[in-house]
Nanobody
Framework: QVQLVESGGGLVQPGGSLRLSCASSGSDLSINAMAWYRQAPGKQRELVAVITRRGSTNYADSVKGRFTISRDNAKNMVYLQMTSLEPEDTAVYYC??????????????WGQGTLVTISS
């Protein structure tokens, strides 16, 4: 079984910064893509950023230049450094990971979500 635990959310003033972390637990994992999604109240969940095992990244246009996704393959962790935060960034942020289990079986899991609130 693969589980994700997110941390780092909270209340920040506009212009501030936050760093989200997501830890993957499980044995004999071969993790491929690691991503952050977010869901604002009344809106659909959207992709924020994704990083492949080799480090290639892709970002939503709304966060380019402000957010940075990174990963530590040795620790099976993914991070999202968020700067110049805006009220529009307020949302529940979810970690998403996919890859292969021992034996080659594909998996995809979601974290429980962490709330990020940008407000003065």
């Amino acid at each position: 079984q693969v589980q994700l635990v997110e941390s780092g959310g909270g209340l920040v003033q506009p212009g501030g910064s936050l760093r989200l972390s997501c830890a993957s637990s499980g044995s004999d994992l071969s993790i491929n893509a690691m991503a952050w999604y977010r869901q604002a109240p009344g809106k659909q969940r959207e992709l924020v950023a994704v990083i492949t095992r080799r480090g290639s990244t892709n970002y939503a246009d709304s966060v380019k230049g402000r957010f940075t996704i990174s990963r530590d393959n040795a620790k099976n962790m993914v991070y999202l450094q968020m700067t110049s935060l805006e009220p529009e960034d307020t949302a529940v942020y979810y970690c998403n990971v996919d890859g292969l289990l021992a034996g080659g079986r594909y998996f995809e899991v979601w974290g429980q979500g962490t709330l990020v609130t940008i407000s003065s």
